[in-house]
């Protein structure tokens, strides 16, 4: 479990992260999104011990995680920029990281060069973008952390790696109660594999909720009326946004299917359906109905 209590931090005079709270239980997926500025590797970088919050504290089964060797001893940071020892191969950084991390698993390791398929022996800084970003992921996984928080960790994989690392996330979290935090601008790149997501704006959460329970309570409905029906009848079914051509509506609605399903029936609809709503759809109507410009939040 890991707990973000009011943490704040500044940059001289520039607020970077204003009174962060979140509870990130272990053993799921917890995606972090927001756009770029929004606080997120600043959030992450004092999550695992690197910054000192200017207030409030990060914990981790009640430890605070800042200068505790032992606590980060279970923590590997996946940063957006990789860094590894100059001239260094894959195998001098596995040896690093066996060094550093108590629970480093060798056998782990070569499963995984095989997986990836990249020469052990060869310098990194002769490997691609993408390479260098598989071996950081595969250093990570080996160090065999409880917790491994990852800032865009997507970017520079193609398609087919991005789904090979994402099932390489979730076995590890079926396995071995991995608990990785996963920071994005992308929310399509989450979507599929979170259980739980926050969204970072302007320094701070607007809101977390698990993804089934966002999508089980929220749906689109598409009605067509042989009588001429208001938006104020609409609204009273609990709207979160409206909008109607004519004799056909399209609404936005909280509730389970079966509960929307009930309240548009009521109004004795010609013909209608339910669309579930995308994850970014969710985010777009809960932005707008907090009155947040919505294409300064999500990308």
């Not at 195998?91 to 550093?100: C, G, L, S």
């Not at 076995?171 to 920071?183: H, K, M, Q, R, Y």
């Not at 929307?260 to 707008?288: D, G, Q, W």
Request: glycine content about 8%; some cysteine.
């Amino acid at each position: 479990m890991i707990n973000i209590n009011g943490v704040s931090k500044y940059y001289d005079t520039v607020k970077s992260l204003d009174n962060v709270t979140a509870e990130i239980k272990g053993g799921s997926i917890f995606g972090l999104v927001g756009s770029n500025g929004s606080g997120k590797s600043t959030l992450l970088r004092i999550m695992c011990g690197i910054f000192r919050a200017d207030g409030g504290e990060v914990l981790y089964d009640g430890e605070n995680v800042y200068e505790n060797v032992k606590l980060k001893d279970r923590i590997v940071y996946l940063s957006d920029d990789q860094f590894f020892l100059p001239s260094s191969t894959l195998m001098d950084m596995a040896n690093m990281y066996a060094a550093v991390y108590s629970s480093f698993s060798w056998e782990t390791y070569e499963k995984l060069v095989a997986l990836f398929g990249l020469p052990k022996k060869r310098k990194i800084s002769t490997f691609s973008k993408g390479m260098q970003k598989q071996s950081a992921i595969l250093l990570g996984l080996s160090a065999k952390p409880k917790y491994l928080l990852c800032d865009e960790t997507f970017d520079g994989l193609d398609p087919v790696m991005r789904q090979l690392v994402k099932r390489i996330l979730a076995d590890e979290v079926a396995e071995s109660g991995l608990t990785p935090i996963i920071a994005s601008h992308n929310l399509r790149e989450l979507e599929d594999i979170c259980d739980h997501i926050g969204l970072l704006h302007k320094g701070g959460i607007l809101f977390e909720s698990e993804i089934d329970t966002l999508k089980e309570n929220i749906h689109t409905v598409q009605a067509v009326f042989s009588r001429e029906i208001s938006a104020e009848e609409i609204a009273k079914l609990g709207t979160v946004s409206i909008k109607q051509r004519s004799s056909m509506v399209t609404a936005v609605v909280r509730g389970t299917r079966e509960e929307v399903a009930a309240k548009i029936e009521a109004l004795n609809p010609e013909f209608y359906e339910i669309i579930p709503l995308t994850l970014e759809e969710i985010f777009i109507s809960e932005m707008e109905e907090r009155g947040y410009d919505y294409t300064k939040v999500v990308f």
